[in-house]
């Protein structure tokens, strides 16, 4: 699995959307026991935060130290270092697995045998995330041509995925179809351009050119988005599956 996280953790914590409650409240629904999920790939612990809510007990783990030292510490969140393809964590553990924006760096065939090594018979697996967001017709060009374009050539190829809106991932579990959810969040143009700036394709832009891609757009955008709050819509990208051993 990538790292491309570590550098400007406080950035990602800072900048980074949240997931919204009415999903948290719909898979509530749908858990079978609450006593152990796991936040693989937490990150900064956004998800393993919504979770500590609904779980007696969160496992949640992440290759990087420097995101999981952001992460929010609550008395039911056990965090630690470890790669999602191989833990320690016993058979037949969890409720709960869930991957937020994570699951496109995973080797795939090594996770899900994970999944299966650690879920409890019938448990959940739940893979999510987000893709371009949307603002407004003229913003939304904007951050669409910088996308492509500009930065088009630096993401890593595991970035088709989201692209892809998850769907092409391979996903070898009894899918549940689930409705459709939305992030919706006030911004302003600076933090729009402070999540621009926690893409990876903009770090790995400023690693080969010594500049920063976002100088490039940051007049037209702030002339576009000018200085009030603007509503920006992050439309949730989900696979759930139920893990159903032989």
């Known amino acids: 699995m990538k790292d491309n996280f570590s550098t400007a953790s406080d950035q990602y914590a800072q900048y980074r959307p949240t997931y919204p409650d009415a999903f948290f409240s719909y898979l509530s629904t749908l858990i079978p026991q609450s006593k152990t999920a796991w936040d693989c790939g937490t990150g900064n612990g956004q998800v393993a935060a919504k979770l500590a809510s609904l779980f007696e007990t969160v496992y949640a783990t992440d290759i990087s130290a420097s995101q999981i030292d952001h992460a929010p510490k609550l008395p039911n969140i056990l965090y630690s270092i470890q790669a ?26 090594r996770f899900y045998a994970e999944v299966n090594r650690t879920s409890k018979q019938e ?22 041509n910088f996308y492509k374009e500009v930065i088009g050539p630096y993401w890593d190829a595991e970035r088709c995925y989201i692209d892809e809106l998850y769907q092409t991932i ?9 409705p459709n959810f939305s992030n919706t969040l006030e911004w302003t143009c600076e933090h729009l351009l402070g999540y621009l700036s926690t893409w990876s394709a903009v770090k790995h832009y400023i690693k080969t050119n010594g500049v920063n891609p976002l100088d490039l757009i940051a007049e037209d955008l702030n002339y576009a988005y000018g200085n009030e709050m603007r509503q920006v819509d992050f439309p949730l990208l989900l696979r759930i599956g139920k893990v159903v051993k032989d």
């Open 123 to 144: 448990s959940l697996l739940v893979v999510m995330g987000y893709g371009l967001l949307k603002i407004a017709p003229e913003i939304d060009a904007l951050i669409a």
């Open 84 to 109: 999602a393809e191989k833990t320690h964590f016993p058979d037949n553990h969890f409720d709960l697995i869930v991957v937020a924006q994570a699951i496109h760096w995973f080797d795939f065939e």
């Open 170 to 178: 391979p996903f070898p579990f009894e899918e549940i179809a689930a």
